[in-house]
């Protein structure tokens, strides 16, 4: 009979279930974060449902007279732009472009930063020192300047700064990884995994990948944030995608219209909170995870 | 020494690279330079000789050569609009961003420190339920978002600072460091450094907590613990030595990042900076400069990732000084 | 006995999620003022978390929940912390494991050992100094090296170091914690001469914490076998190793493998120590124990069965019929 | 009676970090972690490699399980050379010699259940699926961790120590092996469980007639399961030869000190100053001639002139001494 | 000839390139559906206005069955498409700036739409009519000012008839100034321009101790060089650094500045009179040397490719004597005293000969030659300038016409609601370039009243549609006609300008009163959305499922801008 206690069955939940509760109950901040997520995410789904107005009409008031500068009211939320745009209408749209501009991003950024550092840190040799090398000048090159450059070498547009924005950040997350595959590698279960005949590759996917998920899935949150802060900046700059209803062009047109002086905080608060709620969702996603991350912390 | 040999020639290379990608991403991407100068009275000729007057006739490869001698020289080239060489140009404007970089992360860091340090303890209280999301927040605000709203209330609003620019209108100085000494342009600096500082201030002070935090459950503290070292001891000379590495570290790699980053910030306060240089060469199609600018702010970022390591290795005698028997 | 220290029923409760987790419970055992006692058990037995608490450094989540240990009269577990602060290595001091990372690593040695000398002992630096060298001397280290950096040193040589920053204040009790367990055996027999040597030379008392019968039996004095957060029995250590009145010291005994006898099975002790979440009531080692009976289902007490040699087991009485038993293997499996 | 698995002049050199002289003068020092090791195993018997941390021995098991490429030398299994086969190839070796940890807490994937750990290496192997579960349960059976079912849907994190070793042994025996690497496979171990798992391992090697490689640093243990031992220090096989004799009668100096060196469980020990002087030396800079010979209190001229090589002493013993 | 036969000359013409609707079609039939329109224009982080503009224009368009869509480019790519691509787009977003030698209306009539211009120059919509050709070429030689008035009505009217472009608005330009610094009368408002003006500049007086006039500029000042202007900042300095022959007044007609007077002997003969005791900043005097060689120098091999195109109606330049400088044209110029005597800067020959000695043997010209601190003879001097910054100059105490501040400082702001706060600090105090919410200005100056004072005026320059002429539809006259009647003007200048602006229907600005037919926006053909369509109906196009249709028999042959 072996030894009773380390055998002893905990409750009859099952695993996941368990896992989840708990989850919720010592990761408040993650919570938050996923809370704001699915927040956001719906609003994107059901966007056309809850927007007002066509977020791109110009409004009139009568013949010839653009609906500038409304207030807010019932039929306005949060009134209109000095183009005549109904503000509320493009706030909900606008979360669809974050979520798409943010979820593109940060999932080219897992998926290259994850395979190159899994590739890196497992294979070693001259593929290391090549996806290093790759990573290292990429480092060298100044984020948001890149981006800019880019966008305005090419035609502006979500395309190409989600590129860009991949492009720069995946040296990061492959860093990351990589140096956790290094430690590993060196775990005796994928030794032993090498010594019962598996392939390189399955040890890569199978074995050691699942374990560098959550800590992909943490740079993709934190990337996620990045790739939207960029949008913005972007837009503010003039770089943006001028074809899109993002946030970022929210604050530039309203900050172009001096929103600011005229004291319309309705059309230039909004965006920025989504922008910071978004970003900060990600954040507090990944720090729900730091206790997952470094164990060493938790008491 | 073989370290240091080591990473200046690692360096060197990731300069020679993105040297190399910024050149051909100047000469491969679409767009014509000579747009600059439509007019009414533009030609065919005259675009031709423009073209011949900046080299851009020449095949690529010629190009390429003799744009690696001139970097080589420290010659970036002349302005497409100025006129004036690109690097005149630049050095005009590195000392005001220079000055808001390390202001601003001097302050950041000055106070990312402490707090985070003060955080580390304060783990598990209602400070620590404020601090972090607060932290957080200010990480996740779009910096000229930030920028304009403190810009609204302190300098339009309450008039305390001044709207934009680096000096009064028309101040003389004596001299450049004269000049980023006075009072006036201290003054003009104040804003822009604390926005900046405001958006920076969030990862040394995360940045802090987490090292303290893991420092804290170090043998070695317990170790002084039991030593019956006073808390200040415990605190100052061994956890905040141990902990300051990475934050170190960190403000190396964040002067170099800044020195790009900023930006918007510079855009926001009007203030005369290499982002803003990048900026209005980039909209302006003005290459040469905005290759110029650009390289500028990668060799700075490659320099401080430079630094960055080094200072890390120096700080750290488990590196920097090699294990004898 | 004059004891050094005195510990009784001792406690220490760790706040986990699911309730408190007994990692000691109960402990007793007395420290005379000279000599080596050994605190001997498996991992997870209590005996690293009765070190720590005896210095005052659990973790957070752990606290003591009962008992004293009275250490030259006055009790550590109710002493404020100012009072205890000022017997910490002045009286008490601590020789940790040498795989821990307990040397600052950013600090030379001679740096970590001007702390101690001049911030809690009150030495000039040029004492400091002076005193340093000895000390190095004293583990065997060349003075020259207190210039080096912890990193620059090999592990056992870094063990020597930790040895002499625990002699600086000449302290009345050294409390060592698995000092030697990640050493290979040359070392560890030289760091084990160095304690021992020190030991004799400055009549001090010492406290090895180990889970090697055989350190205990090459080092020690007196030996404290501890079960799941409990001692089961204790005293002198040829008393306690040549005739073992508990099962599970009869058990350790022959479940090692002996350099310098021949052939046969090792016995093992079949099973696991029980969780110290919920632990059952009765005696600790009743389900691995071949000789259980139902009155183990009682609390047996730590009582003296032998003059100096205490025992917490009903059928102590019996031991000498039943160490021939514990010796084979059939004994134990089942 | 044939080896079946041997140890052809086994070399490992690590390139070492260079300092900015060694640059200049174009050098590029190795450190020798494994520095000419012949050995060999015969179906049914076990050798213990025993030394101190860095002598090599883990690297000399590594390099017999092919888990590195020897510099030079070669490892002979059932008489084929399998030091150059890669990929594909290597399969068949592997499923014949296997490893069991030192640490079992971290030598099953924690995200897979004991059966998934289990049958992994069948999978790889091409054992078809229809008889892995009865592979599974006879290795557990050989293990002694019956009934399997109360084991086989757990996580890694679900088990004790003893129990987790168990599972790893059944791991390496579920291929079938004709031999088998152990390396410290109980150092991580609770002393109370460590007989049992040691139990395990001989049963299995007498039942199955493996050739078995333990690698310790603890000379009592090995004593316990080979007959035969080899020393290492500083990547050299220094003795080797029945256990019992040459714990009896050490004929190199460094036996003679680890064997004193040894706690054994017994009072009244000789606690006489060790025959051994000052610590490892660095690699990099080994004396000239023999490498024990700065801290052996035997050396006399002739052992910095010269390295001696290991020669026969007695029947079936050798030594790398020119006093043995 | 007169006016209406030309008209009809030119309509004729016109039409007759384009696609004639085949009229024994029967009512109802149509042709293919028009292919999807790209409208494109710059983004609107860029140009706010112009991209509002478009926007509204497309959901009018759409109206008339068109798919419009918006298609927001870059500055550059826009102008690569426009201008090196000129059969692939559709129509273009475009304008034209004003600048004080526009105030002369030939660079509009000539530059724009002469068939000259069609392959490289500026009439990249490709305008082919030889009528219209004729009148451009007769007005640029018709000296006396009543016929040659008449002819640039005409030459409107023809335009008007053509629509080769859909005119929006001319912008009102919106300026204000700090009258506690400045004597409010001491303002000068140019016709066309406002008060950011040169005459402005030397005539605003300080009220109080601060004597610096402090105006903002969006853009960095470029480059300061008498041969070389990089973008409008640069010539509101080099403007004041550098005195020229004369200079367009305050009533928009050039008067004579440097030159004390201005006779015209005969049609292509000009001798300019110097004014005495001129000096350049370095206290040179200025000599008739000088000035001919200011005028040789842009003329020489490509050295100033930006100048070049002024002084090639020039013959010849002499010095006649000390104080005369006499101009022999090639042929009879209306505009060379507002284009070319109103816009050649007068530079010192010591100073530049050398320099255009050197640049000859290498591949620069004298644009990238940068004086470290230039010398002109202006009303202002050189201080200093940094990038981004601010450009100062100072009051020059020796000049005759000597400003009334102590110096001009240009501060370069980009940030709008920063501009503004910076004006309401006092940090600047004349508000010169503001492309912001006109309202806030007017809110502040009103209450403010004693401290801010607002001055608008009619732009010379004008906001526009570009059509592709070479591409079907836009090659037929009717169509464009239709489009541009479908533009309200009203509604451009009041929810895309904020009200900043006037309707606009003619390249020549009302702000040049001489010159401007002011009946001309009542005249669109068409005149609005309905009109519009009765127009497309009238010349055969269908309405077919909500989509508009070609002519009966007429294909859609042009493949869609991509």
């Given at each position: 009979m072996p030894g009773a206690s380390a055998v002893a069955r905990r409750p009859v939940l099952p695993g996941f279930v368990r896992a989840t509760l708990g989850f919720l109950r010592r990761q408040p901040f993650a919570v938050a974060g996923l809370a704001i997520y699915l927040l956001f995410i719906v609003t994107a789904i059901f966007a056309d449902q809850i927007a007002t107005h066509d977020p791109r009409e110009i409004l009139f008031r009568g013949a010839y007279r653009v609906a500038r500068y409304l207030p807010p009211s019932t039929t306005h939320y949060l009134g209109t732009t000095a183009g005549g745009r109904d503000v509320f209408s493009q706030l909900v749209h606008g979360s669809r472009s974050a979520l798409q501009v943010g979820v593109t991003a940060a999932f080219f950024v897992v998926v290259i930063g994850t395979l190159l550092g899994l590739l890196s840190g497992y294979l070693g040799g001259w593929v290391d020192r090549v996806i290093m090398r790759i990573a290292d000048i990429i480092l060298g090159l100044p984020f948001l300047p890149f981006v800019l450059v880019i966008s305005a070498l090419t035609r502006p547009g979500t395309t190409t700064l989600v590129a860009s924005v991949a492009l720069m950040l995946w040296p990061n997350t492959a860093r990351v990884i990589r140096s956790q595959v290094l430690s590993l590698r060196e775990r005796g279960w994928v030794e032993a995994a090498r010594v019962t005949g598996c392939s390189t590759w399955r040890i890569i996917f199978v074995h050691i990948a699942p374990q560098v998920a959550p800590l992909a899935a943490l740079y993709g949150s934190i990337a996620v944030g990045w790739a939207i802060l960029t949008e913005a900046s972007a837009s503010f700059l003039g770089f943006g995608d001028p074809a899109a209803i993002s946030w970022g062009l929210m604050l530039q047109d309203a900050f172009a219209n001096q929103a600011l002086s005229r004291g319309v905080w309705s059309w230039f608060v909004p965006p920025g909170l989504c922008i910071v709620a978004l970003v900060l969702a990600g954040f507090l996603v990944s720090r729900g995870s730091e206790k997952l991350l470094f164990p060493k912390l938790g008491d | 020494m073989k370290r240091f040999g080591a990473r200046v020639a690692h360096a060197g290379f990731v300069l020679w690279a993105v040297a190399t990608l910024t050149f051909l991403l100047f000469r491969l991407m679409p767009g014509d330079p000579t747009l600059n100068f439509l007019s009414d009275s533009f030609s065919e000729e005259m675009r031709a000789d423009l073209l011949q007057s900046f080299g851009l006739d020449k095949p690529l490869p010629e190009q390429y050569l003799i744009y690696l001698g001139s970097l080589l020289r420290g010659d970036l080239g002349v302005s497409f609009l100025q006129k004036r060489p690109v690097l005149d140009i630049l050095l005009a404007a590195l000392p005001n961003t220079a000055a808001l970089t390390v202001t601003a992360l001097v302050i950041a860091y000055a106070f990312g420190i402490v707090a985070g340090a003060f955080l580390a303890f304060a783990r598990g209280t209602v400070t620590e339920g404020i601090a972090i999301p607060a932290a957080l927040i200010t990480r996740a605000a779009p910096e000229f978002w930030l920028g304009m709203l403190l810009l609204s209330w302190l300098s339009f609003a309450w008039g305390i600072f001044p709207s934009g620019g680096a000096n009064v209108a028309g101040s003389e100085f004596t001299s450049e460091w004269a000049r980023l000494t006075s009072v006036d342009f201290l003054w003009h600096l104040v804003l822009p450094a604390l926005t900046l500082a405001l958006y920076l201030q969030g990862l040394p002070l995360l940045l802090m907590r987490a090292t303290m935090l893991e420092v804290l459950n170090d043998e070695f503290i317990v170790m002084a613990r039991m030593k019956g070292l006073s808390r200040w001891a415990i605190v100052m000379r061994h956890a905040a030595r141990n902990a300051l590495l990475p934050v170190a570290t960190a403000f190396a790699l964040g002067l170099g990042s800044s020195f790009g980053g900023n930006v918007v910030i510079e855009t926001v306060f009007s203030w005369p900076g290499l982002g803003r240089v990048l900026v209005s060469a980039v909209q302006g199609a003005d290459y040469p400069l905005a290759q110029g600018a650009f390289i500028m702010i990668a060799a700075v970022l490659v320099l401080m990732n430079m630094v960055a390591d080094l200072l890390y290795a120096w700080l750290d005698p488990r590196v920097s000084v090699g294990a004898r028997r | 006995m004059d004891a050094l220290l005195d510990v009784r029923d001792l406690a220490v409760h760790y706040r986990t999620a699911a309730g408190p987790v007994r990692a000691v419970d109960g402990a007793s055992f007395t420290v005379p003022a000279a000599g080596i006692v050994g605190l001997v058990g498996e991992s997870g037995c209590g005996k690293s978390t009765l070190g720590r608490a005896l210095m005052g450094v659990l973790p957070r989540a752990a606290s003591i929940a009962a008992g004293s240990a009275v250490f030259e009269g006055r009790d550590l577990v109710t002493l404020a912390p100012a009072e205890r602060r000022k017997l910490l290595w002045r009286r008490l001091a601590f020789v940790p494991q040498t795989a821990m990372n307990a040397l600052d690593p950013v600090q030379r040695l001679s740096a970590q050992m001007q702390e101690v000398l001049v911030e809690r002992g009150g030495l000039s630096r040029a004492a400091a100094g002076t005193r340093a060298a000895a000390l190095f001397a004293m583990v065997g280290l060349e003075a020259g090296r207190l210039r080096d950096w912890p990193h620059q040193f090999s592990g056992g040589m870094r063990q020597r170091a930790s040895i002499a920053l625990a002699l600086a204040l000449n302290p009345a009790l050294l409390i060592a914690d698995e000092p030697v367990t990640a050493l290979d055996v040359i070392v560890q027999r030289q760091i084990l001469d160095v304690m021992r040597d020190l030991q004799a030379r400055l009549g001090l008392a010492m406290i090895l914490v180990t889970h090697d019968v055989a350190v205990v039996a090459y080092a020690c004095d007196r030996v404290v076998v501890m079960y799941a957060g409990r001692v089961v029995e204790s005293g002198p250590v040829r008393a306690v190793l040549e005739a073992p009145l508990h099962p599970y010291t009869m058990g350790l005994m022959n479940a090692f493998p002996d350099l310098e006898r021949a052939g046969g099975e090792l016995v093992p002790i079949e099973g696991a120590p029980p969780s110290l979440l919920n632990p059952p009531g009765g005696c600790r080692f009743a389900a691995r124990c071949p000789f259980a009976e139902a009155r183990c289902a009682q609390d047996p007490a730590l009582v003296e069965h032998a003059p100096d040699h205490q025992v917490a087991c009903w059928r102590a009485p019996e031991a000498p019929a039943l160490r021939p038993l514990a010796s084979e293997a059939a004994t134990w499996a089942r | 009676m044939g080896a079946l698995i041997a140890a052809n002049d086994l070399v490992k050199a690590f390139p070492a970090s260079r300092s900015l002289r060694d640059m200049m003068r174009g050098q590029r020092p190795v450190l020798r972690a494994v520095n000419g090791v012949s050995l060999e195993v015969a179906a049914g018997r076990a050798l213990g490699i025993v030394g101190e941390s860095g002598c090599g021995k883990t690297t000399t098991a590594r390099l017999l399980l092919r888990l590195e490429e020897a510099t030079s030398g070669s490892v002979l299994f059932e008489g084929q050379n399998v030091s150059a086969l890669r990929g594909a190839a290597l399969l068949p070796f592997r499923s014949r010699v296997q490893l069991v940890f030192q640490n079992p807490f971290d030598a099953l994937n924690p995200r897979f259940t004991i059966r998934r750990s289990l049958a992994e290496p069948l999978r790889n192997f091409g054992v078809p699926p229809d008889q892995q579960e009865a592979r599974i349960r006879e290795a557990m059976g050989r293990v002694r961790l019956d009934p399997p079912e109360a084991y086989l849907d757990r996580h890694p994190h679900e088990l004790s120590g003893g129990q987790l070793q168990r599972v790893v042994l059944a791991r390496a025996l579920v291929t079938h092996p004709r031999a088998i690497i152990a390396d410290e496979p109980v150092s991580m171990l609770d002393v109370s469980v460590r007989a049992g798992v040691l139990n395990v391992l001989r049963r299995a090697r007498d039942e199955l007639q493996l050739a078995a490689i333990y690698i310790s640093h603890d000379l009592a243990l090995i004593r316990y399961v080979c007959e035969a031992v080899a020393v290492m220090y500083l990547g050299r096989i220094v003795e080797s030869g029945p256990t019992a004799e040459v714990i009896a009668a050490p004929a190199h100096p460094y036996t003679r000190a680890l064997v004193a060196a040894v706690p054994v469980p017994r009072v009244d020990q000789d606690r006489g100053d060790l025959p051994i002087r000052g610590g490892l030396p660095d690699q990099l800079n080994q004396p000239s001639g023999c490498a024990f010979r700065d801290r052996c209190p035997l050396a006399f001229a002739r052992c910095a002139e010269e390295a001696p090589p290991l020669r026969a002493i007695a029947p079936g013993r050798h030594a790398a001494c020119h006093l043995a | 000839m007169n006016r209406r036969s030309i008209l009809l000359a030119a309509s004729a013409l016109a039409g007759f390139k384009g696609l004639a609707p085949a009229p024994s079609q029967a009512q109802g039939a149509a042709g293919d559906p028009i292919r999807p329109l790209v409208l494109i224009t710059r983004p609107q982080a860029a140009a706010p206005a112009a991209y509002q503009a478009a926007e509204l224009i497309a959901q009018e368009w759409r109206k008339l069955g068109l798919q419009v869509e918006l298609r927001p480019l870059p500055n550059q790519q826009m102008s690569q498409v426009v201008w090196y691509d000129r059969q692939r787009w559709d129509f273009t977003m475009w304008q034209m700036v004003g600048r004080p030698e526009r105030g002369d209306?030939?660079?509009?009539?000539?530059?724009?739409?002469?068939?000259?211009?069609?392959?490289?120059?500026?009439?990249?919509?490709?305008?082919?009519?030889?009528?219209?050709?004729?009148?451009?070429?007769?007005?640029?030689?018709?000296?006396?000012?009543?016929?040659?008035?008449?002819?640039?009505?005409?030459?409107?009217?023809?335009?008007?008839?053509?629509?080769?472009?859909?005119?929006?608005?001319?912008?009102?330009?919106?300026?204000?100034?700090?009258?506690?610094?400045?004597?409010?009368?001491?303002?000068?408002?140019?016709?066309?321009?406002?008060?950011?003006?040169?005459?402005?500049?030397?005539?605003?007086?300080?009220?109080?101790?601060?004597?610096?006039?402090?105006?903002?500029?969006?853009?960095?000042?470029?480059?300061?060089?008498?041969?070389?202007?990089?973008?409008?900042?640069?010539?509101?300095?080099?403007?004041?650094?550098?005195?020229?022959?004369?200079?367009?007044?305050?009533?928009?007609?050039?008067?004579?500045?440097?030159?004390?007077?201005?006779?015209?002997?005969?049609?292509?003969?000009?001798?300019?009179?110097?004014?005495?005791?001129?000096?350049?900043?370095?206290?040179?005097?200025?000599?008739?040397?000088?000035?001919?060689?200011?005028?040789?120098?842009?003329?020489?091999?490509?050295?100033?490719?930006?100048?070049?195109?002024?002084?090639?109606?020039?013959?010849?330049?002499?010095?006649?004597?000390?104080?005369?400088?006499?101009?022999?044209?090639?042929?009879?110029?209306?505009?060379?005293?507002?284009?070319?005597?109103?816009?050649?800067?007068?530079?010192?020959?010591?100073?530049?000969?050398?320099?255009?000695?050197?640049?000859?043997?290498?591949?620069?010209?004298?644009?990238?030659?940068?004086?470290?601190?230039?010398?002109?003879?202006?009303?202002?001097?050189?201080?200093?300038?940094?990038?981004?910054?601010?450009?100062?100059?100072?009051?020059?105490?020796?000049?005759?016409?000597?400003?009334?501040?102590?110096?001009?400082?240009?501060?370069?702001?980009?940030?709008?609601?920063?501009?503004?706060?910076?004006?309401?600090?006092?940090?600047?105090?004349?508000?010169?370039?503001?492309?912001?919410?006109?309202?806030?200005?007017?809110?502040?100056?009103?209450?403010?009243?004693?401290?801010?004072?607002?001055?608008?005026?009619?732009?010379?320059?004008?906001?526009?549609?570009?059509?592709?002429?070479?591409?079907?539809?836009?090659?037929?006259?009717?169509?464009?006609?239709?489009?541009?009647?479908?533009?309200?003007?009203?509604?451009?200048?009041?929810?895309?300008?904020?009200?900043?602006?006037?309707?606009?229907?003619?390249?020549?600005?009302?702000?040049?009163?001489?010159?401007?037919?002011?009946?001309?926006?009542?005249?669109?053909?068409?005149?609005?959305?309905?009109?519009?369509?009765?127009?497309?109906?009238?010349?055969?196009?269908?309405?077919?499922?909500?989509?508009?249709?070609?002519?009966?028999?007429?294909?859609?042959?042009?493949?869609?801008f991509q």
């Open positions: - | - | - | - | 209306p030939d660079e509009m009539v000539y530059n724009l739409l002469h068939s000259a211009n069609i392959a490289t120059g500026y009439n990249f919509v490709g305008y082919n009519n030889p009528a219209y050709d004729r009148l451009a070429e007769a007005q640029r030689s018709e000296l006396d000012q009543a016929r040659r008035q008449q002819i640039v009505r005409q030459v409107q009217e023809v335009v008007n008839q053509d629509q080769p472009y859909a005119f929006l608005v001319h912008p009102v330009n919106l300026h204000a100034f700090n009258k506690q610094v400045f004597v409010e009368a001491s303002a000068v408002k140019q016709a066309g321009l406002g008060i950011r003006n040169f005459w402005n500049w030397i005539s605003l007086t300080p009220a109080g101790a601060q004597r610096d006039i402090i105006v903002n500029s969006t853009e960095p000042v470029k480059a300061t060089n008498p041969f070389y202007v990089s973008g409008a900042p640069d010539s509101w300095v080099t403007d004041l650094i550098w005195d020229r022959l004369m200079r367009v007044g305050p009533d928009g007609l050039p008067q004579p500045w440097a030159a004390e007077r201005v006779v015209q002997p005969d049609a292509t003969t000009i001798d300019c009179v110097l004014r005495d005791g001129m000096a350049f900043h370095n206290g040179d005097p200025v000599t008739p040397e000088d000035v001919v060689f200011s005028f040789e120098a842009p003329g020489v091999g490509n050295e100033s490719p930006m100048y070049r195109p002024f002084v090639q109606n020039i013959a010849s330049v002499t010095a006649t004597d000390a104080k005369t400088v006499r101009f022999k044209l090639k042929r009879p110029d209306a505009a060379f005293r507002i284009a070319v005597l109103a816009k050649l800067n007068i530079v010192q020959k010591k100073i530049w000969a050398p320099v255009l000695a050197e640049y000859q043997g290498r591949p620069e010209n004298l644009e990238s030659y940068v004086e470290a601190r230039p010398i002109g003879s202006g009303p202002y001097r050189f201080v200093r300038s940094r990038v981004n910054e601010e450009v100062v100059l100072e009051a020059n105490p020796n000049h005759w016409a000597k400003p009334k501040a102590d110096r001009w400082i240009m501060r370069i702001m980009t940030n709008t609601e920063a501009t503004l706060g910076a004006f309401r600090r006092g940090e600047i105090n004349v508000l010169a370039d503001y492309f912001g919410d006109p309202d806030l200005v007017k809110e502040m100056a009103a209450q403010n009243p004693r401290l801010i004072a607002v001055r608008e005026e009619v732009d010379i320059g004008f906001q526009f549609v570009g059509m592709n002429l070479r591409r079907a539809p836009f090659s037929d006259a009717a169509f464009r006609r239709a489009l541009s009647a479908a533009v309200n003007r009203e509604m451009m200048a009041g929810a895309a300008w904020n009200g900043q602006a006037v309707p606009a229907n003619s390249m020549v600005s009302p702000a040049l009163k001489a010159w401007h037919d002011a009946g001309i926006v009542g005249r669109v053909p068409g005149g609005n959305l309905d009109g519009a369509k009765r127009l497309l109906q009238e010349a055969g196009y269908r309405v077919v499922g909500g989509r508009l249709h070609y002519p009966a028999g007429v294909r859609e042959t042009t493949t869609p």
